[in-house]
Every structure is written in structure tokens, then in C-alpha cells.
């Protein structure tokens, strides 16, 4: 069992930046696949960005060149930096941890993400 808690949520302007901060605890074989979900408004949740079990990440088209993920493995912590942030990128942020790719996944309770145009 790994338990994740973010932090680093905020009101931005359109342009600026933010940094989200992702802390594992518990079980970190749990920590192969490690990254971040958002979910808008009456939408449902969607991939943002992952690290995977070979260390690779992936990106959803909508924030590639805008955000980047890394991680400090000696502090089992994601972080996610988001620069020239949109309107558009207002949700919920959810961290989230699985040891395999066919496992089920481990969510952090979600830091609010507001960017005013």
C-alpha cells in the first residue's frame, strides 16, 4: 500500500507558472509507474504525464513543451513543474502510483489548479 499526497495548487494568471509536488509513502515497489492525472469540471479524468517502470515519460499532447515531470527518488517524491499555463489547464490534479502497468492505480486526494485568463 502506498499513500500519495500533493501539493503546490494555486490561482495562476494565463503565462504563469507552478510547481506540484507529489510525496509517496508505504510500500514503494509500488513506485515503478509514478505520474499525474487532471480532472475539469464536468469532465472526466484524463492522463497528463508518467514516469514508467524504465524511467521513459510520456506526455499527453495538450501540455507537451509546457510541462515537465522529474522526480527525487532518495525523497520517493513527483514533481510536476507547469509553465505558461492556460485557462484550459484548471482541474484537479490527482498524483497517482502502480507497480505494474496492469495493476490497479494509487491516488493522492488532488491539489486545485486554477489559471485565470
Known amino acids: 500500500q502506498v499513500q500519495l499526497v500533493e501539493s503546490g495548487g494555486g490561482l495562476v494568471q494565463s503565462g504563469g507558472s507552478l510547481r506540484l509536488s507529489c510525496a509517496a509513502s508505504?510500500?514503494?515497489?509500488?513506485?515503478?509507474?509514478m505520474g499525474w492525472y487532471r480532472q475539469a469540471p464536468g469532465k472526466q479524468r484524463e492522463f497528463v504525464t508518467t514516469?514508467?517502470?524504465?524511467?521513459?515519460?510520456n506526455y499527453a499532447d495538450s501540455v507537451k513543451g509546457r510541462f515537465t515531470i522529474s522526480r527525487d527518488n532518495a525523497k520517493n517524491t513527483v514533481y510536476l513543474q507547469m509553465n505558461n499555463l492556460k485557462p484550459e489547464d484548471t482541474a484537479v490534479y490527482y498524483c497517482?502510483?502502480?507497480?505494474?502497468?496492469?495493476?490497479?492505480?494509487?491516488w493522492g486526494q488532488g491539489t486545485q489548479v486554477t489559471v485565470s485568463s
Open positions: 497517482y502510483a502502480r507497480p505494474f502497468v496492469w495493476s490497479g492505480f494509487s
Open positions: 514516469f514508467t517502470s524504465s524511467g521513459s515519460t
Open positions: 508505504g510500500s514503494t515497489s509500488s513506485l515503478n509507474f
